[in-house]
């Protein structure tokens, strides 16, 4: 079973504004993992908050985590037609278990 | 470095069929794992490796064997295929538990069974 879950499930932008993307999860983690995966290729890590951390930039991303709420976003700044892809959320759900991936957000950005 | 490789690209089989999938990483990562992908599923994981001859079930293990002799290699056998196992699979790995660092993961193997 999903241990996290993206919202929207798709979502569709005009390049240069800004994508966000919400993760909600159900028990207590360690760290959360954002990928993204472009059509026909494997999953590529984009970046990783550790659960004592708040918020986390890395370019044009920024991330937050909210342990009180069970939740996770990630921003997408000024986006690009080369940002279509899918975005996951991972976490893990306790303790030293493997990554579970939630099903996704589907990002579409229109030139 | 090449990464992580999975062979091959594409398969069919027919229902009842055997084969192997093969995963292969030249980073000398410690764990692997291997998740199938379907729509409006997720990625849902296999089996998993934390080292050499350590292999343990994941989420939906049922239908597959996996074995770990080296580091490098983690091959997935699906001993007779059913049209249910019909997904593309990925191979992952990574130099520690991976709740801790990012997984690298293979360009997948997509599997039709008729």
């Known amino acids: 079973s999903q241990q996290g879950e993206e919202d929207p499930q798709a979502l569709s932008i005009q390049e240069g504004e800004n994508a966000t993307m919400n993760c909600s999860y159900k028990?207590?983690?360690?760290?959360l993992q954002w990928y993204r995966q472009n059509s026909g290729r494997g999953l590529v890590h984009l970046i990783l908050?550790?659960?004592?951390?708040r918020e986390k930039h890395s370019g044009r991303l920024r991330v937050t985590l909210d342990t009180s709420k069970k939740s996770s976003s990630l921003l997408i700044t000024a986006s690009r037609a080369a940002d279509t892809a899918s975005y996951f959320c991972?976490?893990?759900?306790?303790?030293?278990?493997?990554?579970?991936f939630g099903k996704g957000t589907r990002l579409s950005v229109i030139a | 470095n090449a990464g992580v490789t999975q062979t091959p690209k594409f398969q069919v089989l027919k229902t009842g069929q055997s084969m192997t999938l093969q995963c292969a990483q030249d980073m000398n990562h410690e764990y692997m794992s291997w998740y199938r992908q379907d729509p409006g599923m997720g990625l849902r994981l296999i089996h998993y490796s934390v080292g050499a001859g350590i292999t343990d079930q994941g989420e939906v293990p049922n239908g597959y064997n996996v074995s770990r002799s080296t580091t490098e290699d983690f091959p997935l056998r699906l001993l007779s295929a059913a049209p249910s196992q019909t997904s593309v699979y990925f191979c992952?790995?990574?130099?520690?538990?991976?709740?801790?660092?990012?997984?690298?993961f293979g360009n997948g193997t997509r599997l039709t069974v008729t």
């Open positions: 992952a790995s990574t130099s520690a538990g991976s709740n801790n660092s990012p997984l690298h």
């Open positions: 908050i550790r659960s004592n951390e």
């Open positions: 991972a976490t893990d759900a306790k303790g030293n278990t493997p990554l579970v």
């Open positions: 028990t207590s983690i360690n760290n």
